[in-house]
């Protein structure tokens, strides 16, 4: 039932949008490719949907059913279940071109949703052996209804579309569970670029700290490398009372925390780029007058310069393990390479910038700060020219600077970005052929 339901609802849109399109297909690059009332009503509806079934990382089934669903109702060639719960759609155009690649992400958070809103999430989850809230607390929702929105407007005008899209449907942005692959990497090393090479690859992320239909955009590096390391500092357990008799690693651990300061502060070329090396976890000891065996740190690392990047990872092992022998102690440091360094293309940024400036209004585009979280977007743009813009979500009549972030639980979105953000992404794919 809802399947024939979705199909003739599908078939009436792309019918509609294709005569709506028929005058404006002959010189995308002056004019904006407007959606309907009725589409914009539609990724409304979506998202709320989408909303109110969050689903965790690597368990976007519904959400990858829905997508994919909607992708073959528009007679794309779907390819699904890539990286767990991926999905894939290609669109040929109707006129030769290159291969562009659009991206959404799907995954919610483990976040108890705390906004009044109508269609607020009560979904649980399993995290970590527990269950959880689940919650979109980031906007994946937004993306995967912008992108199936943008996908429907250029279903209707394939014809006259010169190259191809590709629509990439991404699971598990925010990290796969522990044991678990995923995300872009995992798309990448699965085969995604096998599908179809494309030119270039476009992604949106919508955020709180900026006004609604707002685009933050900067070429060269926009978002940190994330990596996650580990230290354990191996002493010799020793009564509290008598020290001599054993090596303390407390101290060696505190001496370590310190020593790393002079990493970022007097060590790495930060005329370059900034850089953070943060500790969230010391551990060690059971009893005021034991000293133990072994104290375990964990931190995290974030940067925007691949080279400097494996300088860190260098000087945190050496500053470790020195320190760590001085006092005849040892350190093990692991690190876990996490995200890249999501780099936009500067070549791509400014040939995409007039669309978008058009599309949006100039006065509604600014150069964003570097942001010090991380994107796994970043593997995508390592293989090909990538762009990654912000979307601004929070209404004009609230302080962005001061609105819950994404990854609260009073995380809110204004839908009128939902409008903005689709038509970014199909002007984006009329007006890229011809910026060659
Ligand atoms: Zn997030
Ligand atoms: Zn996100």
């Not at 079934?53 to 007679?75: C, D, I, K």
């Not at 796969?176 to 995300?183: C, F, K, S, T, V």
Request: proline share 6%; with cysteine; aromatic share 8%.
């Amino acid at each position: 039932m809802k399947l024939t339901m979705i199909g003739l609802i599908a078939l009436a849109t792309h019918l509609f949008v294709g005569i709506s399109y028929a005058q404006p297909a002959a010189d995308v690059s002056s004019s904006n490719a407007t959606i309907s009332n009725e589409l914009e009503q539609r990724v409304i509806e979506w998202r709320r949907d989408i909303h109110q079934h969050p689903e965790l990382s690597n368990r976007e089934f519904r959400t990858a059913g829905v997508v994919a669903e909607h992708l073959r109702a528009l007679g794309l060639e779907v390819t699904t279940e890539i990286a767990h719960t991926g999905v894939v759609g290609i669109l040929r155009g109707g006129r030769p071109g290159p291969t562009i690649a659009l991206r959404a992400d799907m995954d919610a958070l483990p976040v108890q949703e705390m906004t009044d809103v109508p269609f607020a999430s009560t979904a649980t989850g399993e995290y970590r052996g527990r269950e959880v809230p689940v919650m979109h607390a980031c906007g994946h929702d937004l993306h995967v209804a912008m992108l199936m929105g943008a996908a429907e407007y250029l279903a209707g005008v394939q014809e006259q579309l010169a190259g191809n899209v590709m629509f990439i449907f991404q699971p598990a942005e925010e990290g796969a569970p522990e044991g678990e692959e995923g995300g872009a990497e995992l798309m990448l090393k699965e085969g995604l670029f096998d599908i179809a090479k494309p030119e270039a690859v476009l992604g949106i992320h919508v955020w709180s700290a900026g006004t609604t239909g707002h685009i933050g955009y900067r070429k060269g590096p926009l978002m940190a490398s994330s990596d996650r390391f580990e230290i354990r500092v191996r002493g010799e357990q020793t009564h509290g009372s008598r020290p001599w008799g054993g090596v303390d690693p407390i101290v060696v651990a505190s001496q370590i925390i310190n020593n790393v300061q002079t990493i970022v502060s007097r060590q790495v070329d930060i005329t370059k780029a900034p850089a953070v090396v943060s500790f969230g976890i010391v551990e060690g000891g059971v009893r005021n007058n034991i000293i133990p065996d072994e104290v375990y740190l964990e931190g995290t690392i974030r940067n925007f310069d691949m080279g400097i990047r494996s300088q860190i990872f260098e000087k945190l092992t050496t500053t470790a393990e020195m320190t760590a022998a001085a006092s005849g102690a040892k350190a093990e440091v692991t690190i876990h390479e996490g995200y890249p360094v999501t780099v936009n293309d500067p070549e791509l940024v400014a040939r995409m910038m007039p669309t978008t400036e058009r599309v949006i209004g100039r006065d509604k585009v600014y150069e964003a700060d570097l942001v010090t979280g991380a994107e796994d977007f970043s593997f995508y743009a390592m293989e090909v020219p990538g762009m990654f813009v912000f979307l601004g979500i929070t209404p004009p009549n609230q302080e962005p600077s001061t609105a819950p972030s994404n990854h609260s639980p009073y995380f809110y979105a204004d839908e009128a970005a939902l409008r903005v953000g689709t038509e970014l992404f199909i002007n984006w794919a009329l007006d890229y052929p011809a910026t060659h």
